[in-house]
Structures are given as C-alpha cells and as structure tokens.
C-alpha cells in the first residue's frame, strides 16, 4: 500500500430497473405510504456501465439497498456499494450512504469506505439522473465519484 493519498475521479452510469421481468431493483417490505413510500425497502443490484447505454460496456454493479424512513418526506436512505469487475479497479469496492431525494435530478452522498485500491476510502458521489423511464420501469443515472485514497 502506498503511502501517499490519492483523488481518483471515476465516471460511469447506473441502470436501475424497477419492475418487469429483469428487474435490477425490488420491493422487500411492503410500502405503507403511497406518497412517501414510508416503510418500503428495495434490494438492488444494478448493471454499471461506461456510457448511458446500457450495453456501452462493463464497469462493474452496484449492490445495496434503498429504504423510505420519512413519514413526511419523499426520501430514501441508500446504502450502497460500488463492486468494480473490470479495468485497474478489478476486485475493489467503494460503500456510498446518504439519503437521496428521488424526486431530483441531482443528489450527492458520501463514501463511507472502500476494499481493494480503495482502502481508507473516503469522499463524494455526485449521481444525476438522466434517464426517467415509468413505462420501461427504467432509470439512469451518470455518477461522478470522487475518492480520497492511499
């Protein structure tokens, strides 16, 4: 391990899907709001791409979960992780947490940490929304990741 500290900018896309039969994303507990989703919690496990199509090649997925703790608010907390399969970031990860508004189209939330090249991690994503699809059941997001490491 090095010993000198590092920021690395990395940038690719998330695909989420919501419903359907290949579904990234799916309810585990059942939503007790229909306007917050109070109580709802989903499992995700999302393809990350190098463009914002989905087929524009592998950069790894994203595995986590999304749970609605506000009974006033349209808010959902995130606890997500970042598993690179490809290039010089092979094996490692970055965890983001935060609560994200899914009514934005710009959130940011922090990186609680890291394995591999990113041990020690620590930093920001920024994950903008480009892609708003009810009728595929799909949405899109370019995140710009930036991670403070050794």
Same mark, same amino acid.
């Given at each position: 391990m090095t010993?000198?500290?590092?920021? /690395?900018?990395? +940038?690719?896309?998330? +695909?989420d899907v919501f419903g359907g039969a290949n579904a990234t994303a799916i %309810?585990?507990?059942k939503i007790l709001d229909n306007n917050t989703f109070y109580g709802g919690m989903f499992v995700a496990d999302d393809p990350l791409t190098l463009g914002p199509d989905r087929d524009s090649g592998p950069v790894g997925t994203g595995r986590g979960t999304y /749970?609605?703790?506000s009974q006033n608010d349209f808010v959902l907390?995130?606890?997500y =992780?970042?598993? #690179? $399969? +490809?290039?010089?970031? =092979?094996?490692?990860?970055?965890?983001?947490?935060? =609560?994200?508004? %899914? $009514?934005? *189209? !710009? =959130?940011e939330v922090a990186i609680a940490g890291g394995t591999g090249v #990113?041990? #020690? $991690?620590?930093?920001? $994503? !920024?994950?903008?929304? *480009? !892609?708003?699809? #009810?009728k595929a059941q799909l949405v899109v997001r370019e995140l710009n990741v930036y991670v403070s490491h050794y």
């Open positions: 010993t000198q500290e590092k920021i /690395t900018h990395l +940038h690719f896309y998330m +695909h %309810p585990v507990t /749970t609605f703790p907390e995130m606890v =992780n970042l598993r #690179f $399969a +490809h290039g010089g970031y =092979n094996g490692s990860s970055l965890c983001l947490l935060g =609560n994200i508004s %899914p $009514a934005s *189209i !710009v =959130n #990113f041990r #020690f $991690a620590r930093g920001y $994503a !920024v994950a903008k929304r *480009i !892609v708003l699809d #009810f």
